[in-house]
């Protein structure tokens, strides 16, 4: 297996990986128009323009949000592709391993050997569809949606910047005390397998239930810190929502900015929470699958010393 999961990455294939970029780059591109089809629409509506105007306007929203909802359907099934390409290589690499040396092969590794691949392959694999796409498809539409609303009153774009920087301090923090705890619970995990493979084992059911026990404290304690977050970057947004809604109104009643401008900005901040959402979420995954790929490589390692597949 590759070093590091970079490697595996591109061992699953580097054509895969431009054209899942190329068809991000092109959803994000096409992702601005809709926000200012909207404000055209309100502006419109309020300054008397014609009805036909409104439902040129509105076709034309229509067809953009079916070519990038499209876009989004190849993209997402092509993703769902790769990472099942990369599981079953995964997979099927342990397997071939099992097959080569089955002859002194411990129970211990037996079960390791398990976990891997009824467990810890389909997340490893699964995030190569998306390792690369991802993030460039999340932070195109932010650096999009950001500097349209910069263009459009570079005030009120202050206020949704704001709601962005805790974020970025506290996902780091937090995200670094959830890997110490998934590297915590595979390793439990492995040992739950080993002691039910290796069925002479001396250790009471009750060593085992401990296991159990520390998996699901474990487990409960990724779940404080992941809802925590959520919660916290939950209302970073409504707080952006209020600035938009105090700041935004106080520009209308003073003539600064049409109620259209306002109305993007709301739609505009709904627009980067989803992309700033994903984008931490990635970033999670992408965090918690180094420390599981590095798990299984090192599983590999020491089970099959003597087996050195090519890195592509």
Same mark, same amino acid.
């Given at each position: 297996? /590759?070093?590091?999961?970079? @490697?595996?990455?591109?061992?699953? &294939?580097?054509?895969?990986?431009? #054209?899942?970029? $190329? !068809?991000?780059?092109?959803?994000?591109?096409?992702?601005?128009?809709?926000?200012?089809?909207?404000?055209?629409?309100?502006?419109?509506?309020?300054?008397?323009?014609?009805?036909?105007?409104?439902?040129?306007?509105?076709?034309?929203?229509?067809?953009?949000?079916?070519?990038?909802?499209?876009?989004?359907?190849?993209?997402?099934?092509?993703?769902?592709?790769?990472?099942?390409?990369?599981?079953?290589?995964?997979?099927?690499?342990?397997?071939?391993?099992?097959?080569?040396?089955?002859?002194?092969?411990?129970?211990?590794?037996?079960?390791?050997?398990?976990?891997?691949?009824?467990?810890?392959?389909?997340?490893?694999?699964?995030?190569?569809?998306?390792?690369?796409?991802? /993030?460039?498809?999340?932070? @195109?539409?932010?650096?999009?949606? &950001?500097?349209?609303?910069?263009? #459009?009153?570079? $005030? !009120?774009?202050l206020a949704v910047i704001a709601v962005f920087i805790p974020q970025a301090v506290l996902v780091p923090i937090l995200q670094g005390l959830i890997n110490q705890r998934v590297k915590?619970?595979?390793?439990?995990?492995?040992?739950?397998?080993?002691?039910?493979?290796?069925?002479?084992?001396?250790?009471?059911?009750?060593?085992?239930?401990?296991?159990?026990?520390?998996?699901?404290?474990?487990?409960?304690?990724?779940?404080?810190?992941?809802?925590?977050?959520?919660?916290?970057?939950?209302?970073?947004?409504?707080?952006?929502?209020?600035?938009?809604?105090?700041?935004?109104?106080?520009?209308?009643?003073?003539?600064?900015?049409?109620?259209?401008?306002?109305?993007?900005?709301?739609?505009?901040?709904?627009?980067?929470?989803?992309?700033?959402?994903?984008?931490?979420?990635?970033?999670?995954?992408?965090?918690?699958?180094?420390?599981?790929?590095?798990?299984?490589?090192?599983?590999?390692?020491?089970?099959?010393?003597?087996?050195?597949?090519?890195?592509?």
């Amino acid at each position: 297996m /590759p070093r590091w999961l970079s @490697g595996f990455i591109w061992k699953m &294939g580097r054509g895969h990986q431009t #054209l899942l970029v $190329l !068809l991000s780059v092109l959803l994000f591109a096409i992702g601005i128009f809709p926000l200012e089809i909207q404000r055209r629409i309100v502006n419109g509506a309020t300054q008397g323009v014609s009805l036909n105007t409104i439902l040129l306007l509105v076709s034309a929203y229509l067809a953009l949000v079916l070519a990038e909802g499209g876009i989004k359907l190849v993209l997402n099934v092509y993703r769902g592709w790769i990472g099942e390409v990369a599981v079953r290589w995964l997979r099927m690499t342990v397997i071939d391993a099992r097959e080569y040396n089955s002859h002194d092969l411990t129970t211990l590794a037996e079960g390791v050997e398990m976990s891997i691949v009824l467990a810890e392959a389909e997340p490893v694999g699964g995030f190569v569809g998306t390792s690369m796409s991802e /993030p460039i498809l999340q932070a @195109g539409i932010l650096l999009a949606v &950001g500097s349209y609303m910069i263009y #459009l009153q570079p $005030l !009120l774009a202050l206020a949704v910047i704001a709601v962005f920087i805790p974020q970025a301090v506290l996902v780091p923090i937090l995200q670094g005390l959830i890997n110490q705890r998934v590297k915590t619970k595979i390793t439990v995990m492995r040992h739950l397998s080993e002691e039910m493979v290796d069925h002479a084992s001396p250790k009471s059911p009750k060593h085992q239930a401990a296991r159990v026990q520390r998996l699901f404290s474990t487990n409960m304690s990724i779940y404080r810190l992941k809802y925590a977050l959520n919660f916290l970057m939950n209302l970073m947004f409504q707080l952006g929502y209020a600035g938009i809604f105090a700041l935004g109104g106080y520009y209308v009643i003073t003539g600064k900015v049409e109620i259209g401008t306002v109305v993007a900005f709301i739609a505009g901040l709904n627009k980067v929470s989803d992309p700033w959402g994903a984008l931490v979420d990635w970033y999670r995954d992408l965090r918690v699958t180094q420390v599981k790929y590095e798990l299984i490589r090192d599983a590999s390692t020491v089970n099959n010393s003597h087996l050195n597949p090519p890195v592509g």
